[in-house]
């Protein structure tokens, strides 16, 4: 959420800001309404104020000179000002709580060096790892290549479930879980990231805080009880918000935090979009990174999240770029983000396979996750970011379609085969 104050004194410059980000600034004109009321009703009720303090102290003089009757008019004066005095503050508290209502539904401010446009096309390509690989046949996608080799079933998950979720056998399932115990691995012993594994069901006021509500309501799985309960889109929820409502020491940040989580989205709004295959599923598997810094570190740590994502597919040997995403493709908590896409020869493109983001403040304002620094100084809000570390769905997906054969097996990485039990290829 962004700070009431500054957009109250930068109203310009913040709608300038969401205008960069194809964002309607109406919302910040019925904030701007909503504060001259508020001022307004601040005035009158420090004028009442006024009258009340003067009419008290004419009380005591009234009732020494005997003049009882004019004392009790003024008592009566004192109570009805005091009445209206109440009355003008439940009106500004009023007006405040519909302020800050408003401001949680406002975007994050992109950062300075963050390019301006409109959608993903202005995209900034910053970076590439490997080449992709010149095969001497035609690349099959992952769903022909896995169901011909039995390891991925999609018929019987849709008759199970429905659309849009997948069944991972044999050498398919443990390659998932060797990629995810790789990853946990990578992250926790050589980037001291602290494994944690947290609820999978969460409730409204954590999502709330990781600014999946009030915008993202109809992306949720909901448990439909007195609860509030709602599926996890992301570890990213659960994780960030560990501290929420906290005080930490500035001299135990930052926090790194990594989690292998299942995640549930209903992708409203996506449909007949990567309906086929993993790619695009309402059930799936990640390794999340989240950290909590110091303000004036976040940008360093930001570089640093992302490569660490960036790690895991080199050492995959998976050719891929990072981009930044424009102003009019960032999600909505992210100052800036910086996109992981994995090269996938049938697709003969980069797809999405991690989304790093710094929050800033924004979400531990709306969550009330703050630090102090030493000498009892007044409490700050951390600075929240989170990455995917990978996508453990997409992952696979890519080891497939890149180390295909022309029989139609698939290589290990020599990297995993520890994690396979020593299985150096997956074949009929």
């Known amino acids: 959420m962004l700070d009431l ?74 109570a009805g ?37 409109a959608d993903e096309t202005a995209n900034v390509e910053i970076r590439k790892w490997g080449e992709p690989k010149n095969f001497d046949f035609e690349p099959k996608d992952h769903v022909d290549l896995g169901e011909s080799l039995g390891i991925l079933d999609l018929e019987r998950a849709t008759k199970i479930a429905g659309s849009r979720f997948a069944i991972l056998n044999g050498a398919g399932a443990r390659l998932s879980r ?14 001291n990231y602290t494994e944690t594994l947290p609820p999978f069901l969460v409730n409204r006021k954590s999502l709330f805080g990781t600014n999946q ?22 570890a990213e929820v659960p994780v960030t918000n560990y501290h929420a409502e906290e005080i930490l020491d500035a001299k135990d940040l930052p926090k790194y935090f990594t989690a292998y989580t299942p995640c549930f989205r209903s992708e409203a709004g996506s449909y007949g979009r990567d309906t086929r295959g993993l790619i695009r599923q309402h059930q799936f598997e990640k390794v999340e990174l989240v950290k909590l810094t110091l303000p004036e570190n976040s940008v360093e740590e930001h570089e640093k999240l992302t490569a660490n994502a960036e790690i895991i597919l080199q050492k995959l040997g998976l050719p891929y770029r990072t981009v930044v995403l424009s102003t009019g493709d960032m999600g909505f908590g ?43 100084a007044k409490p700050e809000f951390v600075h929240t970011l989170n990455g995917s570390g990978l996508a453990v769905g997409r992952t696979w997906i890519a080891i497939l379609e890149n180390y295909q054969q022309s029989d139609g097996s698939i290589l290990i990485p020599e990297i995993l085969q520890p994690y396979m039990n020593g299985l150096e290829i997956i074949k009929n």
């Open 81 to 117: 000002l005091k009445e209206i005095q109440t009355e003008l503050e439940r009106r500004r508290d009023e007006s405040v709580e519909a302020m800050h209502d408003l401001l949680s539904h406002l975007p994050n401010i992109p950062a300075e060096d963050v390019p301006i446009g």
């Open 178 to 191: 060797a990629l995810v115990n790789f990853m946990l691995n990578v992250h926790t012993t050589e980037h």
């Open 5 to 78: 104050h500054y957009v109250r004194e930068n109203l310009e410059t913040v709608k300038k800001a969401l205008e960069t980000r194809n964002f309607p600034t109406d919302l910040l004109e019925k904030f701007s309404a909503l504060d001259a009321e508020r001022r307004q009703i601040i005035s009158e009720a420090d004028k009442i104020n006024a009258q009340r303090n003067a009419a008290s102290k004419e009380i005591g003089g009234l009732i020494q000179t005997g003049e009882k009757a004019g004392a009790e008019a003024k008592k009566a004066e004192v």
């Open 213 to 234: 509500l009030p915008k993202f309501e109809e992306d949720l799985f909901h448990i439909k009880d007195e609860r509030g309960f709602a599926l996890i889109p992301t």
């Open 334 to 376: 992210a100052t800036k983000t910086y996109d992981i896409e994995v090269w996938l020869p049938s697709q003969k493109t980069y797809r999405e396979i991690s989304s790093c983001s710094n929050c800033s403040d924004f979400q531990a304002r709306r969550m009330n996750l703050r630090f102090r620094r030493a000498g009892g």
